[in-house]
């Protein structure tokens, strides 16, 4: 795929205003880190606005509310190798006894814009036109087709939504395609842990994105959201996703390396960071700050970190690490490619780390167990004049937190920072 990509967010009606606001919440934190600053993002109000950039862009994706992306890596992989005669990539259906002709449904398709030279409608209406043919190969209890093209005959065709999609992909001699297997689901990942998830939807692994289905029983998944806790007026697949949300904020990993960054910093008095891997260390050593705090939503982090400094001679961090973990049953991250190579990039910071060790250890410390957005009282209580503070991605695109908090909520929080900052002649760092 080139470079010229657009991630659209689609704002589709749902008519509980805290399910609309929360998907559009929890798809725009997906599009911001799927696009990790290389695609341009936009959001729309109603799907026919995509026309208004189909000349701008090479392609585009289109997202509606509520659609999540899990795996950014292999998600982005899949979209820089699509194929270029493919005009269209999509969920397609066309049930065989009750459609003439196939549509797509709106949680998310891929738009090659070469392939659209009209304008597109995306409405339901009737017409007589070419037939369509689909592929014997079905993605889902047969009404999934794999492809589908053009047919012989002269028929009245039903349009639903996409029809018209469609039909301009194919009359300009591009293809029109499912998502296939490889696009649902990266069959390389180990799924141990969701294997609860994968048993009861026969999945082969945890798909590689999915819709969350917002608009169903949407006063009932708003007290789902709300509490984490499932109810029985959900369908299995809005019960499944609660129980995701809730497992992700259960926080069962160790962040031995951090992959977050920071520019170029003067000197401070004090650094308040989250307590992965040695971006705190790392940031006071440049800042010769003499007071380190480190906080952290993840228990594990901030527990681990005292034990670093309490128990670590300085030698052989990894090991000394991975042993903690596998004493506490913990998973260490990053467990990305992307997080990976981001973390290796550190490896500077880290020789200048352990060197120093002696003396980060004589610095004065604190670690903090806390949610900032929550408690944000308890945060701004600890910055002080001249003080470096990074918050990684917590008000960005972090799931965790738009899983957890709404926005205005994150709004109050950032807000409240800012002024804080301004007043004590501070510095805030955010990974973008």
């Known amino acids: 795929m080139t470079s010229k990509v657009l991630l659209c967010l689609a704002r589709s009606y749902i008519k509980n205003p805290w399910m609309q606001n929360k998907a559009i919440q929890l798809t725009r934190a997906c599009q911001e880190w799927l696009s990790d600053g290389t695609y341009d993002l936009v959001e729309i109000d109603n799907f026919v606005e995509v026309n208004n950039y189909i000349d701008r862009y090479d392609w585009i994706l289109v997202q509606a509310a509520g659609d999540i992306i899990a795996d950014r890596d292999y998600f982005r992989k899949k979209l820089e190798t699509i194929d270029k005669d493919i005009g269209l990539m999509a969920h397609i259906l066309w049930y065989k006894d009750e459609d003439n002709c196939p549509y797509i449904h709106h949680q998310c398709f891929i738009i090659n814009c070469r392939a659209v030279k009209n304008t597109v409608t995306f409405i339901n209406k009737s017409d007589n036109g070419r037939s369509f043919v689909r592929s014997d190969e079905d993605l889902h209890d047969g009404h999934a087709p794999l492809t589908v093209d053009y047919g012989d005959d002269i028929i009245k065709r039903d349009k639903k939504f996409g029809t018209d999609l ?97 520019p170029a910093i003067d000197k401070f008095n004090c650094v308040i960071s989250p307590a992965n891997g040695f971006l705190g260390e790392a940031m006071c050593l440049h800042s010769d700050s003499k007071k380190l705090i480190f906080y952290d939503i993840n228990k594990n982090n901030v527990e681990f970190k005292q034990h670093l400094y309490e128990h670590w001679n300085g030698e052989n961090y990894f090991k000394f690490a991975e042993q903690y973990a596998k004493t506490r049953n913990l998973k260490t991250e990053p467990s990305t490619e992307n997080g990976i190579q ?37 945060l701004i209580s600890k910055i002080e004049d001249r003080t470096v503070l990074h918050t990684s991605t917590i008000f960005g695109y972090y799931l965790q937190s738009n899983i957890a908090h709404d926005q205005d909520v994150i709004d109050d929080a950032y807000q409240r920072i800012q002024k804080k900052i301004t007043e004590t002649d501070s510095k805030w760092i955010q990974t973008k």
């Not at 009359?171 to 609860?196: A, M, P």
């Not at 169903?216 to 299995?236: G, I, M, Q, V």
């Not at 410390?365 to 929550?374: A, L, M, T």
């Open 342 to 378: 981001e973390s290796v990039k550190s490896a500077e910071d880290l020789d200048m780390i352990f060197g120093n060790w002696e003396k980060l250890k004589s610095l004065e410390k604190e670690f903090i167990h806390i949610d900032i957005i929550r408690d944000i009282d308890q």
């Open 166 to 262: 469609i039909i301009e992909v194919l009359n300009n001699g591009y293809k029109v395609r499912n998502f296939d297997v490889s696009w649902r689901f990266n069959l390389d990942k180990d799924q141990d842990e969701h294997r609860w998830f994968l048993d009861r939807f026969n999945f082969p692994s945890l798909p590689i994105r999915g819709y969350i289905w917002p608009e169903l029983e949407s006063d009932h998944y708003e007290t789902a959201f709300k509490n984490l806790e499932s109810n029985e007026f959900l369908d299995p697949l809005q019960d499944s996703v609660i129980k995701l949300f809730k497992n992700l904020l259960n926080y069962d990993a160790l962040n031995i390396i951090h992959w977050d960054k920071f």
